[in-house]
């Protein structure tokens, strides 16, 4: 497919911040950042990607830069819901409101080509299983190609990519003395 035919495509992303956010930190054999504008660039670029999501796990006033800096990057932020006595004794789990997300939309039949996927997270295999059923898969993009679920394995090369792939790095990651790094 030429980039062309990809520009005109209505594509949705959806990314699963926890996961990526360890993937390139705590997972990650040398931690790095992800400039989050140069990464919805490329998304949009590469991908043909029209709108974002960027799912968190919950609100901590504590990181108001951050989603400021997902929002004016270009994303759609999104945080899952949580009872007020649970919030900051649970992890993020976004898990089941991505797919919900995506399946609402197929469901609706709402006019988008594809979705890319930003986790290498197994739990979203059944998903991504039957996006391919659908043909809505554009693209799983694993933050981390060493913690990427074994699960994925069977699906072919060109419905999967790693963001810590050296050519791919190097057009996303924050550069060395710009502001957050």
């Known amino acids: 497919m030429s980039e062309n035919e990809t520009k005109n495509e209505i594509n949705l992303a959806y ?9 390139t930190t705590r997972h990650a054999s040398k931690s790095w950042t992800i400039d989050l504008l140069r ?6 670029e590469k991908y043909g990607v029209k709108r974002a999501y960027y799912f968190l796990g ?3 006033e504590k ?18 819901q949580h ?24 469901y609706k039949a709402e006019d988008f080509d594809g979705v ?14 039957f996006l391919l059923e659908e043909n809505k898969l554009k693209k799983i993009l694993f933050p981390n190609r060493q913690y990427a679920s074994s699960l994925y394995k069977k699906i072919g090369s060109e419905y999967f990519d790693n ?5 791919i790095k190097k057009k996303i990651q924050k550069e060395k003395g710009s502001l957050g790094s």
């Open 15 to 23: 990314v699963d911040g926890q996961n990526l956010y360890l993937g």
């Open 39 to 44: 990464f919805r660039i490329y998304l949009k």
């Open 58 to 60: 919950f609100v901590d």
């Open 63 to 80: 990181y108001q830069d951050l989603y400021s800096e997902i929002q004016e990057a270009g994303f759609v932020l999104i945080f899952k």
């Open 83 to 106: 009872t007020a006595a649970m919030l900051g004794k649970k992890k993020g789990n976004v898990d089941t409101d991505i797919v919900f997300h995506i399946m609402k939309r197929l």
């Open 116 to 129: 890319v996927l930003v986790s290498g997270d197994g739990d979203y295999k059944i998903l991504i299983d």
């Open 163 to 167: 963001l810590d792939k050296d050519t």
